[in-house]
Structure formats: C-alpha cells, structure tokens
C-alpha cells in the first residue's frame, strides 16, 4: 500500500525518485514551483521540456495529464511535469486536478519510481482553495492503483501544511 505522508520544506531539496512539478502548459518554465524547480535542476530539464514540445506537445501539455523528463541537478531521478487547472467559480474543474495526480502517479509507475514528491498543485498563480485541493490530492492518492510506496506532500509553508495536515486526519485511517 501506499504510505502518503506530509512534510513543511521546498520540494527541490527532496531526495525521492521523482519531483512532480506544477508545470504551465508551455512547459518552457513559469514561477512558484516551476521557477524553483528549473533554477535548482539546471537548464537539462528546460532542454528535455523543449525536446518534448518539439516531438510531442507542439500545443502544450493540456490540464490535467503528466510528462517525464530528468530531473538534471535536482536530488532526484526524474522531474514529472503535470499542469494543473486554473481554478474557476463558473466550472467544476476537479476531475482535471485528480487527473494530475492520477497521471504523474501513472508516469511514476513507468518509471519504476517508488517516492514521489508533489507539491499543492494548483494552489498558487492558479487559486484554488488550499483545504479543497488537499481533499482532491489526498482523495485521489488514496484511490490510486500504484506501485509508488511513498507519496510525499512537500507544503512550501505553514498555512498550507496545516491544512494537509487536518485534511489527512479528518480522512481516517486508509
Ligand atoms: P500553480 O500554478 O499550480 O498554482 P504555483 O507554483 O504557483 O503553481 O503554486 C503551487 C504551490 O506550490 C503553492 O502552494 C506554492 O506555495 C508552492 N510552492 C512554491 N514554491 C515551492 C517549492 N520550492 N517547494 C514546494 N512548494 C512550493
């Protein structure tokens, strides 16, 4: 079974198989997660990004699905992009961040990844409601068929580890 567990820090500094970063659909970079991800791993991950929009994503990446690439300096194996979905008040876009989830847990399995860091995807540039988002992610974790043996949730500060925190513990026991 899957061991999810929580930690307070920034998900560059992660020793895991598998970094998944909160990418923009260009996948040429962006800011929050994204920023620190490429400025730590080195331009290797930006040039196998470029690779990837040149063979595959001419259009971008849409919401909700995951690409791999190296994770270049970063203390990981692999950076696993997903894109999450801007958080809208008109249009129930949940099922797009459980795809996220879903996806780069599906991306890790062809990996062979067994740890694999996440951050809150979509909960910065894009809005969406920390406490909602954390029952997205964790819900969905939950639910997933994987072979990954930790999912670890790296919440960049307090407010947002908290609540992960009482989302987990409001979820019971697994
Ligand atoms: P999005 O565009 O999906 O909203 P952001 O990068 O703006 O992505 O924010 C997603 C979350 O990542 C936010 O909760 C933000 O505080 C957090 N974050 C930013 N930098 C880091 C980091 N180095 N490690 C972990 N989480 C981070």
């Known amino acids: 079974m899957t061991d999810i567990t929580l930690v307070r820090g920034d998900i560059t500094e992660q ?3 598998a970094v998944v ?3 923009n659909s260009s ?3 962006g800011g929050g997660v994204d920023g ?4 730590r791993g080195g331009p290797q991950i930006l040039a196998a990004c470029r690779e990837l929009r040149s063979s595959q994503y001419g259009r971008g990446l849409p919401a909700g699905q995951a690409v791999a690439t190296t994770a270049g300096r970063l203390p990981a194996r692999w950076v696993i992009h997903t894109v999450g979905p801007v958080h809208s008040e008109q249009e129930d876009r949940s099922a797009l961040l459980a795809s996220c989830h879903r996806e780069s847990l599906r991306r ?3 990996l062979g990844a067994e740890t694999v860091a996440f951050p809150a995807i979509s909960t910065g540039v894009y809005r969406w409601p920390l406490a909602d988002a954390a029952r997205i992610a964790l819900t969905t974790v939950r639910q997933t068929q994987t072979r990954v043996i930790e999912v670890r949730f790296v919440l960049f500060d307090d407010p947002a580890y908290t609540v992960f ?3 987990l513990d409001a979820l019971g026991p697994a």
């Open 15 to 17: 020793a895991v198989d």
């Open 21 to 23: 970063n909160a990418a």
């Open 27 to 29: 996948l040429l970079g």
């Open 36 to 39: 620190a991800i490429h400025r």
């Open 108 to 110: 890790a399995d062809e």
């Open 165 to 167: 925190r009482d989302t």
